[in-house]
C-alpha cells in the first residue's frame, strides 16, 4: 500500500524553464510535506518543506504547493539549472509521529543545457 | 561538524553470514533515524532513537534486524543470517526533535550474494 507516490518516474526539462514534480498521497492523517534531492553516491538532501496549514512556501527557485483536498503536492523549480538534475522525492509525515516520514518512489530530474 | 558519517560504505557478505552498520549522526541532533532504499524506490523508514532510547520500529524490521543507539551518540544496525532480500541502501539519518528537515549520511550499500 503506497500511501505517497510519484507517478512520473522521469522528467527532462530545458535549462531556462519550469520543472513540475507531482506527488499524491493518500493518508489524510499527513500534515506535513517535504521534498528531497538525491544525487548518485550520495544520501538525500532536504530541500524544502511545507505544513498542511499552508498550501504554498517558496525558497528562491523552488516552490512547493499543496493541495488538500486533492490530496496533491507539487515542487516548481523556476528557472530549472543542470544542477538541478537528481532524483527528487516527496516525503510525508503524521500528526505526532515522531518525524518518521513515509518516502514517495520518486522522479528522476534531466535539466538539459 | 562533518555532517552524518556511515561505515562501512559497501559490504559484501554471504548468505546467512551477520553485519553490523555504524552511523556517527551530527554531534548535538538527539534524534536517529534508520531507512532502507532498494532500486528504484524511496527510502522506508526502519527505525528511530530520540537519545538512547528506541521509541519506534517499523513491522519491516523483523526480528533478524537489532539497532542500538548506547549513550545517545552513534548507532549501529545489525543484520543476522542475512538474506538476498536484504540487499539495499542502509540510510542513517540525525535531526533535533522537531524539525523535520533531516539529514541523511551517504548510506551502506549491503550485497548479499
Known amino acids: 500500500d503506497q500511501q505517497v507516490k510519484q507517478n512520473s518516474p522521469s522528467l527532462s526539462v530545458q535549462e531556462g524553464r519550469i520543472s513540475i514534480l507531482n506527488c499524491d498521497y493518500t493518508?489524510?492523517?499527513?500534515?506535513?510535506f517535504l521534498w528531497y534531492k538525491k544525487y548518485p553516491a550520495e544520501g538525500p538532501t532536504f530541500l524544502i518543506s511545507?505544513?498542511?496549514?499552508?498550501d504554498k512556501n517558496e525558497d528562491g527557485r523552488f516552490t512547493v504547493f499543496l493541495n488538500k483536498s486533492a490530496k496533491h503536492l507539487s515542487l516548481h523549480i523556476v528557472p530549472s539549472q543542470p544542477g538541478d538534475s537528481a532524483v527528487y522525492f516527496c516525503?510525508?509525515?503524521?500528526?505526532?509521529?515522531?518525524?518518521?516520514?513515509?518516502f514517495g518512489g520518486g522522479t528522476r530530474l534531466m535539466v538539459k543545457p | 561538524d562533518t555532517g552524518v558519517s556511515q561505515n562501512p560504505r559497501h559490504k559484501i557478505t554471504k548468505r546467512g553470514q551477520n553485519v553490523t552498520f555504524r552511523c556517527d549522526p551530527i554531534?548535538?541532533?538527539?534524534?536517529l533515524y534508520w531507512y532502507r532504499q532498494t532500486l528504484g524506490q524511496g527510502p522506508e523508514f526502519l527505525t528511530y532513537?530520540?537519545?538512547?532510547?528506541?521509541?519506534?520500529k517499523s513491522r519491516l524490521l523483523s526480528d533478524r534486524f537489532s539497532a542500538e543507539r548506547p549513550k545517545g551518540s552513534f548507532s549501529t544496525l545489525e543484520i543476522q543470517r542475512t538474506e538476498q532480500g536484504d540487499s539495499a541502501m542502509y540510510l542513517c539519518?540525525?535531526?533535533?526533535?522537531?524539525?523535520?528537515?533531516?539529514?541523511f549520511g551517504s548510506g551502506t550499500r549491503l550485497t548479499v550474494v
Open positions: 539519518a540525525s535531526s533535533l526533535t522537531g524539525l523535520y528537515g533531516y539529514t
Open positions: 554531534s548535538e541532533h538527539n534524534r
Open positions: 511545507i505544513s498542511s496549514i499552508k
Open positions: 493518508n489524510s492523517m499527513f500534515d506535513y
Open positions: 516525503a510525508a509525515s503524521p500528526n505526532n509521529a515522531g518525524n518518521m516520514l513515509t
Open positions: 532513537f530520540q537519545n538512547e532510547a528506541q521509541l519506534e
